[in-house]
C-alpha cells in the first residue's frame, strides 16, 4: 500500500519556523521526484517545492525563495522529504501536501504531474 504521511505542522507567530516531514512508503520513492503544495481556504492549490529523486535538483515558487528549504533522506525502502519554512508569515496559511511524481512529465511545478498525495497537514500562521 503507497502512503504519504504528513506531520509537523501547527500554529505560529510570524516569523517563526516550521519543519513539515513527508514519510513515504509502499514503494521506492526514491526514484520518485518529491513536491510539497499547498492550498489555502478559497485559493487554488499551489507549487510550494519540488526536489529531484537524488536531491540535487530543487525548485521554489518565487513566494517562498530564500526561506523555505527542501530535502529528502531516500533510506532503504522508505524515503522521507522534509521542508524546512523559515520566516513564516500569515499568507502561508494553508494544507500543506506531500506528493510524488515518477517522471513529472509537466514539470516539478505542475500538480497534474503527481500519482501520489498525502492527506496534508495545517499550517497556521498568526500576525
Known amino acids: 500500500q503507497v502512503q504519504l504521511v504528513e506531520s509537523g505542522g501547527g500554529l505560529v507567530q510570524a516569523g517563526g519556523s516550521l519543519r513539515l516531514s513527508c514519510a513515504a512508503s509502499g514503494r521506492t520513492f526514491g526514484s520518485y521526484t518529491m513536491g510539497w503544495f499547498r492550498q489555502a481556504p478559497g485559493k487554488e492549490r499551489e507549487f510550494v517545492a519540488a526536489i529531484t529523486w537524488s536531491g540535487s535538483i530543487t525548485s521554489y515558487a518565487d513566494s517562498v525563495k530564500g526561506r523555505f528549504t527542501i530535502s529528502r533522506d531516500n533510506a532503504k525502502n522508505k524515503s522521507t522529504v522534509y521542508l524546512q519554512m523559515n520566516s513564516l508569515k500569515p499568507a502561508a496559511t494553508a494544507v500543506y501536501y506531500c506528493?510524488?511524481?515518477?517522471?513529472?512529465?509537466?514539470?516539478?511545478?505542475?500538480?497534474?504531474?503527481?500519482?501520489?498525495w498525502g492527506q496534508g497537514t495545517q499550517v497556521t500562521v498568526s500576525s
Open positions: 506528493a510524488a511524481a515518477l517522471r513529472a512529465a509537466l514539470g516539478p511545478r505542475d500538480d497534474r504531474g503527481y500519482e501520489y
